[in-house]
């Protein structure tokens, strides 16, 4: 099969959607693999690296749609890019398609086959092209909140650690599902004082049993988050309800009863965030300050570290892609019904019922879908 993978140009974007190391895999399965010219250059990979790993470099992305049979990229597609799908092509990537209805009206005249990251399942009821980006979010969060703590940034002038004869900084992190998880064990391995909040109690059992030593949980009630946010020099967000808005769980009068120059890291800002005064920023102005609490709300975290990111996403999109190429997409969705519960969209029908929800759309069963 000719796999294709064209430059992002969505704005900030610098991942990749296949790596070298992809790549390779791929022509051993005995795929052609198209990458168009420095598609790779954001995450530190170049035209030499794919080219070493047996890809052809394509010099534009107009060539890369035209040849290609699978698309895989990175973010949704772009009104030019979906211009460029067509009846038969598979697009194999992020698309969020409940809140955009511009995007799913294009893939559905495109008629191509259209498998999104975030829907795709796993055996124990995760959503395995989503932790991915989980677990680089949240390994991030205690270093960027280390570094809104610092004085410069109008920080408390806290070193995570502290030194001999000073203590640590106190760090919260409300929410102990994926994102807690890498957080918490972080600021734990910075020297941290670190406590993790979830209000589901096989998740906190489960935390305890596994992590003990490295730090302690509570229940997110209203009254311990409001107890625990008074001595805290971090609260790191990270929880999430599936398919709603992330509850505001500290509000703006709360701010004034926590330490002056306190920082809040709300990774969960993608889904609204979880403090009343949360708004979205980007990398080049992530923090600002209310009440004289400061905050960090960047929607894209990952994006911060490319390289990393873009192998972690290869890493987990790799056996998903091998297996479209190897079988088409049809075979291979009929044969995985987690790779199944990916497709949101063929030949013009959506198959995804929230989606179908969310827009007031009609669609089909993607079982429907394998049998036209
Ligand atoms: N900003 C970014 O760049 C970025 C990157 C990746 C993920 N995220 C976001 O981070 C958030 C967390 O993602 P995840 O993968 O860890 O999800 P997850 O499902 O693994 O974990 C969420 C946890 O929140 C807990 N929770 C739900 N409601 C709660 C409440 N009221 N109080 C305390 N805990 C509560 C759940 O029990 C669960 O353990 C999501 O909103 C996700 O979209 C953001």
Redesign the pocket.
């Given at each position: 099969m000719k796999i294709g993978c064209p430059k992002e140009i969505k704005p900030q974007e610098f991942r990749v959607g296949i790596t070298p190391n992809a790549a390779q895999e791929a022509v051993l399965h005995g795929h052609e693999v198209l990458i168009e010219t420095s598609a790779g250059m954001g995450a530190g990979f170049t035209d030499a690296d794919y080219v070493a790993a047996g890809a052809k470099i394509v010099e534009s992305a107009e060539a890369v749609f035209a040849a290609a049979e699978l698309i895989v990229k990175v973010k949704e597609p772009q009104p030019v890019e979906r211009a460029r799908l067509r009846q038969g092509q598979v697009l194999f990537t992020y698309l969020h398609l409940a809140p955009d209805p511009e995007q799913t009206a294009d893939l559905l005249k495109s008629g191509a086959t259209c498998i999104a990251y975030e829907t795709v399942t796993d055996r124990m009821g995760?959503?395995p092209l989503?932790?991915p980006?989980?677990e680089?979010?949240?390994r991030l969060a205690p270093q960027v909140g280390a570094w809104t703590l610092q004085k410069a940034n109008g920080g408390r002038g806290v070193l995570l650690g502290g030194v001999p004869g000073v203590g640590p900084a106190k760090v919260l992190v409300?929410?102990?599902?994926?994102?807690?998880?890498?957080a918490a064990r972080v600021a734990s391995g910075m020297g941290a004082d670190v406590t993790v909040?979830?209000?589901?109690l096989p998740?906190l059992r489960y935390l305890d049993d596994v992590f003990g030593r490295e730090f302690k949980t509570s229940y997110?009630s209203a009254g311990n988050?409001a107890e625990l946010i008074t001595l805290a020099d971090m609260v790191i967000?990270?929880?999430?309800?599936?398919g709603a808005a992330?509850?505001k769980?500290i509000s703006r009068a709360q701010l004034k009863t926590m330490k002056p120059g306190a920082a809040l890291v709300?990774?969960?800002?993608?889904?609204g965030g979880?403090f009343e005064t949360s708004h979205a920023t980007t990398h080049q102005d992530p923090i600002y300050e209310v009440d004289g609490v400061l905050h960090y709300?960047?929607?894209?975290?990952?994006?911060a570290v490319a390289r990393t990111s873009t192998i972690a996403l290869g890493n987990a999109t790799l056996p998903f892609m091998l297996a479209l190429a190897d079988k088409g997409w049809k075979k291979a969705c009929a044969d995985d019904a987690h790779l199944l519960a990916g497709l949101n969209v063929h030949a013009g029908k959506l198959t995804y019922a929230a989606v179908g929800e969310a827009l007031g759309l009609p669609s089909i069963t993607p079982q429907a879908a394998l049998a036209m």
């Open positions: 995760g959503l989503l932790a980006m989980s680089v979010a949240g409300i929410g102990g599902g994926v994102v807690g998880t890498h909040l979830d209000r589901s998740r997110a988050i967000g990270a929880v999430l309800v599936p992330a509850p769980l709300d990774v969960a800002i993608d889904q979880c709300c960047v929607a894209n975290m990952p994006g």
